[in-house]
């Protein structure tokens, strides 16, 4: 039982184990729904952008991304890593580290998980438009 007498640990086991909860039950469409409509949109001109940037075409309406070739790509809440940030935002705050070392965390892996989740988004875009029914 020395796990039970290991503080910051079980102090972190249970920050992470109550924000799992509270963000299962305000990650649903009714709640957040609406309030990552523009997050979606954001992520959608982005995961464009970078599809461009790769070399292949495609224009966005509002959170869809479609390609001259008729697929179509909607980035949902579910797309948008909100959730994964938010998960690894309280992981790493709720680490115990010193308040520096937890900022750098923040500053350096958000802007890192919020990359290769366009190059994910992008990678399923190619995917889609060289083998739909890999998709």
Known sequence: MSFLRDR??????????VF???LWIVFRDAVMGPVLVPLQALTAEAT??????VGL??????SVIVHS??????IT?????????????????AYPTTPRTRWVGLM??????????LVRMTHLYG???AKSSFF
């Open 77 to 93: 809440r579910g797309c948008t890593g909100f959730a994964g940030a938010a998960i690894l935002a309280a992981g790493i705050m």
């Open 127 to 129: 995917l889609g438009v």
């Open 108 to 117: 350096v892996c958000l802007p890192a998980f919020v990359g290769v989740n």
């Open 8 to 17: 910051p640990r079980v102090r972190f086991v249970f920050t992470m184990a």
């Open 48 to 53: 464009l952008q970078l599809i461009r940037v």
């Open 57 to 62: 075409d495609g224009f966005r309406t509002a």
């Open 20 to 22: 799992g909860v509270v």
């Open 69 to 74: 070739s008729g697929f179509a790509m909607e």
